[in-house]
């Protein structure tokens, strides 16, 4: 079945690094890629998308490129911030699966520090 | 409304007791989802409803749980018997759009379910 797998954490930064979260996937279709944001106390909420190959999604200062050759969508931000400190998810939703269910990866806690 | 609703935020219940969970999605989107946030286990998929009607169950981990929805709006998982592994975060998201495409799904903020 389908399935993402992203960069174990937790991942701990200082102010003003660059970050990135890798992530890849396994698809028998031709999916959609997304990432998904979880702040503090706060329900998921979706950072950017990508929905065919090469596509580069943008939202906050972050960036992934929809890689169809490698099966990837890593997650970077050229310099991160407290706020930026949350928990976040690569997710994919495969139309031959059914679009409507999103399959996620395990989430990759990120911590900046001051 | 503004956002996806979710109720109770906690939840704690004794072993073998029966809990119900309710989502309340926003206004119009007619698509409906349950997740299911364990510590370890990630994100996962429980049940999909589009309208009233639910053509993806596949996640429920076992007949224990169940969920409706009515009048294409609010949704209530409920889960009978419940046992201290089910303790976990039920999140519910609702979509606009459904289909081929890219699906994207407004979550709410939780029911944290603590089974002693």
């Known amino acids: 079945g389908d399935s993402v797998t992203q960069m174990e954490g937790p991942v701990t930064l200082s102010e003003e690094a660059f970050l990135t979260i890798n992530c890849t996937y396994t698809?028998?279709?031709?999916?959609?890629l997304f990432w998904y944001v979880q702040y503090p106390g706060e329900g998921l909420q979706l950072l950017l998308k990508?929905?065919?190959?090469?596509d580069k999604g943008s939202n906050k200062g972050f960036e992934a490129t929809y890689r169809k050759e490698t099966t990837s969508f890593h997650l970077e931000k050229g310099s991160v911030q407290v706020s930026d400190s949350a928990v976040y998810f690569c997710?994919?939703?495969?139309?031959?699966?059914?679009?409507?269910?999103?399959?996620f990866g395990q989430g990759t806690r990120l911590t900046i520090n001051p | 409304g503004a956002g996806v609703s979710q109720s109770p935020s906690n939840k704690v219940t004794e072993k073998g007791k029966d809990v119900e969970l309710r989502c309340d999605p926003i206004?119009?989107?007619?698509?409906l989802y349950w997740y299911r946030q364990s510590l370890g286990q990630g994100l996962e998929f429980l049940i999909y409803?589009?309208?009233?009607?639910?053509p993806d169950k596949s996640g429920l981990p076992s007949d224990r749980f169940s969920a409706e929805r009515t009048g294409g709006s609010v949704s209530t998982l409920t889960i009978q018997r419940t046992q201290q592994e089910d303790s976990a975060v039920y999140l519910c998201?609702?979509?606009?759009?459904w289909g081929r495409g890219a699906n994207v799904l407004t979550f709410g903020a939780g029911s944290r379910l603590t089974v002693l």
């Open positions: 998201a609702s979509s606009l759009r």
């Open positions: 698809a028998t279709g031709y999916p959609s």
């Open positions: 990508a929905t065919k190959a090469d």
């Open positions: 997710a994919l939703s495969d139309p031959l699966q059914g679009a409507q269910k999103l399959v």
């Open positions: 206004s119009g989107h007619t698509a």
């Open positions: 409803f589009q309208g009233n009607s639910a």
